[in-house]
């Protein structure tokens, strides 16, 4: 009896603990839904927690007053291209480190891992300036080529752990067949580790479509802002027009929300596999 | 399996890496070593004049106490609140994985969107959370979370908390699910109590997947930019000030080139020397 009674009040604190950080996890998401439902009246009175009639009009206003389909559209194709470019270039480098015997391939290993701990700012003044030369600030390219550069260490670890299992036989047999090293890759390598692929794509995407630094750098026109830099920068004379803000801030994470509950098992994977195989 | 055509395959990733990543840092470097304002034609060398600068610069060395007690305090935090998720997410029960998609949110937010999240949370007229401290009865005044100096740091740290816990608890999930089932039956069938179990079994083999994340976590952590950036900016009074928002201010808004690259090549060599120290306790660890 005594150890039912036990195992119950376990489940219960186990139960207790684990919503409650739950909750944490998620309130914060949950105060800006609710605030963003709110008419511009109750945005800035507590009371009512919950809006007593809820309204659309701050999401109306953010697409319709401030360009913010084209901060959407911006990053959408700046992460897509990101992540079709760091996959191409990231997985022919795996593929070659996982399996062609060269020298210094634990070389570039090293490179990519030791790149993906320099601290942006320490990158970003040199970068703008060669940017500058290219004639790249505001456009995609700016932000494309070095997100790709940047998220190629995450790419790379992830795929090469993927490639490392993949028999060497596999690759042999391939060969004696008559095919180059480049075919035996596109026609048996990326088939097999598309799920890995996937994660990576992802990782990379998320990367891509979260960072800060260097979109508010290299981009100077409102037009060619990012989502984050315009939540950074959301214009407000005297105050932040808070409704908006929420609103904004909602539509720029639900995506993720979906990402993350479609795809928690490959994100779980993938983040382990890039820093924990090493 | 020979690699001719290796040279062909990896030759993409390294110019990438070259010339986007290895260089500007050789470049930031070398510009560090002078006096540049481009916008006023202002370009000349004077070698380690900005680095003897550097060490008298009271602003410099406020905000590296800033970032390496921000780091010290919110690593800590968060492998705290990591574990604790890691280890309730190990267990089976039902709808596991809806709990786990649910705390991977944080992580996979905009750091600049969650700032504005708990910009929002933590406003001291409007914000829900002196809201909810004055109905229970906790606060008497609403306090001014960002406005205050002491109080904006730890808002700085509960919202990193808040974004990279489940980062660190991923990590450490990955290091539970790698402990033999069989060592914790054999150790119960002896009669272990739980916390025995947890000191002798799962500390012990959980200890290596902990020093990657806080190595992880602390790299990050002292990069730390756009949550300053949005969140206080850096403010009140320079207290939250990072490394990285000082560089930036001194690149971007002040247009020193020179003597910013000079702060941001310091942000640099700190994390180098972090990373060094962790490798070197993290192989002695393993091998002695």
Redesign the interface.
């Known amino acids: 009896m005594d150890r039912r009674v036990g195992r119950v009040a376990q489940g219960a604190i ?1 139960w207790a ?2 919503t409650g ?2 909750v ?3 309130a ?2 949950l ?2 839904l609710l ?1 963003s439902l709110k008419p511009t009246s109750e ?5 009512p ?1 919950l809006p007593t009639r809820p309204v659309f009009d701050h999401y109306l206003a953010i697409f319709q007053h401030r360009p913010f389909g084209r901060f959407i559209l911006n990053s959408v194709i700046v992460a897509s291209l990101t992540t079709v470019s760091c996959l ?3 997985s ?2 795996a ?3 996982a ?4 020298r210094g ?1 634990h070389l ?1 290993l090293f ?2 891992l030791s ?1 993906s ?11 703008y ?2 940017i500058r030369v290219f004639g790249w600030r505001d456009t995609y390219a700016g932000l494309v ?2 997100y ?3 998220a ?1 260490p995450l790419a ?1 670890w992830i795929l090469w752990s993927v490639f490392r299992e993949i028999p ?1 036989d596999l ?2 047999a391939a060969l004696v067949d008559g095919c ?3 075919q035996v ?1 596109v026609r048996i390598f990326v088939p097999l580790a598309a799920p890995g692929i996937g994660t990576a794509a992802i990782l990379v995407f ?1 990367f891509a ?2 960072e ?2 260097y979109a508010l ?1 290299f981009t100077s026109t409102e037009t060619m802002r990012t ?3 315009a ?2 920068l ?1 214009p407000g004379l005297h105050e ?1 027009p ?1 409704g908006e ?2 609103a904004a ?1 909602v539509v ?2 639900t995506p ?2 979906l ?3 479609l795809f ?2 490959h ?2 994977s993938g ?2 596999a890039g ?2 195989k090493g | 399996m020979r690699g001719d055509r290796a040279f062909l395959m990896i030759l993409p990733a390294s110019l990438m890496i070259g010339v986007i990543a290895i260089f500007p840092i050789v470049h930031a470097f070398r510009i560090s070593l002078d006096r540049r304002m481009p916008v006023f034609g202002i370009s000349y060398f004077v070698g380690v004049d900005n680095y003897r600068f550097l060490l008298q610069d009271s602003r410099f060395w406020q905000s590296f106490l800033n970032t390496a007690y921000f780091s010290l305090l919110s690593v800590s935090l968060e492998l705290i609140t990591g574990l604790i998720l890691a280890i309730l997410l190990h267990r089976s029960f039902r709808g596991r994985g809806l709990f786990r998609a649910l705390v991977l949110i944080p992580w996979a937010v905009p750091t600049v969107v969650s700032a504005r999240m708990w910009e929002w949370i933590l406003n001291s007229e409007f914000g829900v959370l002196n809201y909810l401290l004055q109905q229970i009865g906790l606060l008497s005044a609403p306090l001014n979370w960002l406005g205050d100096r002491t109080l904006a740091m730890f808002a700085l740290i509960l919202a990193d908390v808040w974004k990279t816990s489940p980062f660190a608890a991923i990590i450490l999930l990955a290091g539970l699910q790698m402990i033999p089932e069989e060592l914790y039956e054999a150790a119960r069938v002896d009669g272990a109590g739980e916390w025995q179990i947890f000191r002798r079994i799962t500390a012990p083999l959980l200890l290596p997947f902990m020093v990657i994340a806080l190595l992880f976590r602390t790299l990050d952590a002292f990069r730390i930019f756009d949550l300053a950036y949005v969140l206080t900016g850096g403010g009140p009074a320079s207290t939250t000030e990072s490394l990285s928002l000082y560089a930036y201010t001194l690149l971007f808004q002040t247009l020193q080139f020179g003597y910013g690259s000079t702060v941001a090549v310091a942000t640099f060599l700190a994390v180098l020397l972090l990373s060094a120290v962790y490798i070197v306790v993290f192989r002695r660890q393993r091998h002695g």
Do not use: E, H
């Open positions: 186990f603990i684990l950080l739950a944490f996890c998620l914060p998401f105060w800006q605030t945005v800035g009175t507590l009371p927690l191409s270039i990231g022919l480098a593929f070659a480190i399996k062609l015997q060269f391939r570039l490179a990519a790149i701990m320099f601290p942006s700012i320490a990158t970003v003044s040199p970068l300036l060669l080529v070095p790709t550069t940047f190629l790379i060497d690759y042999l180059t090293p480049f890759f998320i479509w979260n800060f630094l750098t989502i984050p830099v939540i950074a959301f932040v808070w803000m929420a801030t720029v994470t993720l929300i990402l993350v509950f928690q098992r994100i779980v983040l382990t820093s924990v």
